[in-house]
């Protein structure tokens, strides 16, 4: 069956964006010219135009598309039956299935920390937040060390796993995907000098 004009125009809109999130995390914004994005795509420039207006809008979509996917996948994580460690291994399922399906994606939403754009500030703080609310209750709940800042403790979680995934997406040879959920597992919940899990 023929695809529809509606379905055209939504497969060449995927084709950007993911084009998009390619060039900009090789190059940056600044750097990233719009011809480049277009072949990549597979596109003619004057199409990428039918539906952004400049390569500002594209980024800022491709910021959106990726702040869903992701925050989607971490609050279904949190939805997940089972205890703690479930929910902390299908959140971190979850991070690393993102980063080896889109890797220029990955580093675009979380490069630098959020760099000098609103929008990648906005997806770490939006990451974080998920994170502060779970520490919040914890705290309450006593699972969570009194003397721990959910904010603090947030934000360190979220530049951890931004490395270590980064990292191991230049070195995949350096570790399973399963060696390194459980490694994230394992410093999401134990910290690098606390006591060492019981073996079960």
Same mark, same amino acid.
């Given at each position: 069956? =023929? ?15 993911? !084009? &998009? !999130? ?9 750097? !990233?010219?719009?011809?480049? +994005? ?26 959106? !598309? ?34 080896? +399906? ?5 580093? $675009? ?15 770490? %703080?939006? +990451? ?22 959910? %904010?603090? =403790?947030?934000? *360190? ?7 270590? $995934? ?13 060696? $390194?959920?459980?490694?994230? *597992?394992?410093?999401?919940?134990? &910290? ?9």
């Amino acid at each position: 069956m =023929a695809k529809s004009r509606s379905e055209k125009k939504d497969e060449t809109r995927s084709k950007l964006i993911t !084009a &998009g !999130a390619g060039v900009f995390a090789r190059r940056g914004v600044e750097g !990233a010219r719009i011809g480049d +994005i277009a072949k990549e795509a597979g596109v003619a420039m004057g199409t990428l135009y039918t539906h952004f207006a400049d390569k500002e809008a594209l980024f800022d979509e491709v910021m959106r !598309a990726g702040k869903t996917i992701v925050l989607d996948g971490l609050a279904q994580s949190q939805q997940a039956d089972g205890d703690r460690a479930i929910k902390d291994r299908a959140a971190m399922e979850g991070v690393v299935a993102f980063a080896q +399906i889109y890797g220029p994606l990955f580093r $675009l939403l979380l490069s630098r920390g959020a760099g000098d754009q609103p929008m990648q500030r906005e997806v770490v %703080d939006a +990451i974080a937040a998920l994170r502060i609310t779970e520490l919040e209750q914890g705290k309450k709940d006593g699972w969570v060390r009194a003397d721990i800042n959910p %904010d603090a =403790a947030a934000r *360190c979680e979220v530049g951890a796993v931004f490395h270590l $995934l980064d990292w191991w997406l230049d070195n995949p040879g350096k570790m399973t995907d399963e060696e $390194l959920i459980d490694q994230l *597992c394992r410093v999401r919940r134990f &910290g690098v000098e606390g006591l060492i899990p019981e073996q079960g």
